[in-house]
């Protein structure tokens, strides 16, 4: 099972669940040992086919950092964090946990998109 670290300290994963607000992105990094980076991947890959199944789930992409990092980084956009919560307690998700590499970390957060007028939109 990997190890969880908070991204936010002030401000947790299990703080966020309880927010009821509409669309939101789920941004998870794992760290991981270059030699585990398959057994990482095989294990996402579990993971995701069990999140594309749950209700409010629109869609994911798994990215790597190049030159041979360890690093990955999850982007996935759900309809709402209440739906995002079911996804995350599902039984049958939380048994794959321990398919990753005992050697890797998660560090999952939720995100709303930021209105900056002439750049970004909300």
């Not at 401000?11 to 669940?17: E, I, P, S």
């Not at 294990?43 to 992409?61: C, K, L, N």
């Not at 890797?104 to 900056?116: E, G, M, W, Y």
């Amino acid at each position: 099972m990997p190890k969880f670290i908070e991204l936010d300290r002030t401000v947790t994963l299990a703080d966020q669940l309880k927010d009821e607000g509409g669309p939101v992105v789920l941004i998870n990094t794992f760290v991981a040992q270059p030699d585990d980076a398959d057994r990482l991947v095989t294990a996402w890959t579990a993971d995701a086919e069990v999140m594309t199944r749950q209700p409010g789930f629109i869609s994911t992409q798994l990215h790597r950092g190049i030159a041979g990092s360890g690093v990955f980084l999850n982007y996935a956009v759900w309809e709402s964090v209440a739906d995002f919560r079911a996804a995350f307690t599902n039984p049958e998700f939380r048994a794959r946990l321990s398919d990753y590499p005992e050697t890797a970390t998660v560090s999952p957060h939720l995100f709303r998109k930021v209105d900056v007028p002439g750049i970004c939109a909300a």
